[in-house]
């Protein structure tokens, strides 16, 4: 099962900052949490990756709370291009190996 | 650098038959897993294998098998196909596969139609 919830969709229109709040209540203490975008028909692939308080890249930034009981992805100026699927994961360490476990994920919807 | 690469990209079959998906990881990769996406869905996981030998499996039928050879490369099998194994299947590379934080790179997927 998966370890996250976060809303099935958003809209969102060009230019404007969208914000994706992911919840993850039983998060590991050595858990990092990383997001994916998934476009149709394609595989999905990495945006970013913390532990804790904030990471940035040149896509987005993520913002982790002290608890680290939820997340939130950041996409500033958004455009029609990053209409998509956003998946929030927390590490899946079970086994000594590192799976992937999705949810249902974002889908992200940007209008001009 | 080339990416992750998957054949074929589209595939027919029909039920009770059996086939076979390949994957090349990206120079370099170790690990490569395979994970089961249904339309409207999150990818699912299936198998994941490091340097040759199965790491992991997820909660699929023995119908489902794999390997990996010496170049890293990968096939992932299913046998007596039903209707609802169709899907997109990706495959993933990593470095390790076991390091808590490797970033997974995903192929485009081989879309599966079982008729």
């Known amino acids: 099962l998966a370890k996250t919830t976060q809303p099935i969709s958003m809209d969102s229109y060009e230019g404007q900052e969208v914000n994706i709040t992911c919840s993850h209540n039983?998060?590991?203490?050595?858990?990092?949490i990383t997001w994916y975008q998934q476009f149709p028909s394609q595989g999905p692939r990495f945006i970013i990756q913390?532990?804790?308080t904030k990471v940035t890249n040149e896509v987005a930034s993520l913002f982790i709370p002290a608890d680290r009981k939820s997340s939130t992805l950041s996409l500033p100026r958004v455009s029609l291009s990053d209409t998509a699927v956003y998946y929030c994961?927390?590490?899946?360490?079970?086994?000594?190996?590192?799976?992937?476990?999705f949810g249902a994920g974002t889908r992200l919807a940007v209008h001009p | 650098d080339a990416g992750v690469t998957q054949s074929p990209t589209h595939l027919i079959k029909t039920r009770g038959q059996q086939v076979t998906l390949r994957c090349s990881p990206i120079?370099?990769?170790?690990?490569v897993s395979w994970y089961q996406q249904v339309l409207g869905q999150g990818p699912q996981f299936i198998f994941q294998?490091?340097?040759?030998?199965?790491?992991g499996r997820g909660n699929f039928p023995d119908r489902f098998s794999a390997r990996q050879f010496p170049n890293y490369s990968s096939e992932l099998n299913v046998n007596a196909l039903l209707l609802g194994d169709s899907a997109l299947y990706l495959c993933?590379?990593?470095?390790?596969?076991?390091?808590?934080?490797?970033?997974?790179?995903f192929g485009p997927g081989t879309r599966l139609t079982v008729l």
């Open positions: 993933a590379s990593s470095k390790t596969g076991v390091d808590r934080y490797n970033e997974q790179f």
């Open positions: 994961l927390v590490g899946d360490f079970s086994g000594g190996y590192n799976k992937l476990i």
């Open positions: 913390g532990y804790k």
């Open positions: 039983n998060i590991a203490t050595n858990d990092y």
């Open positions: 120079s370099g990769h170790k690990s």
């Open positions: 294998y490091y340097e040759k030998e199965e790491r």
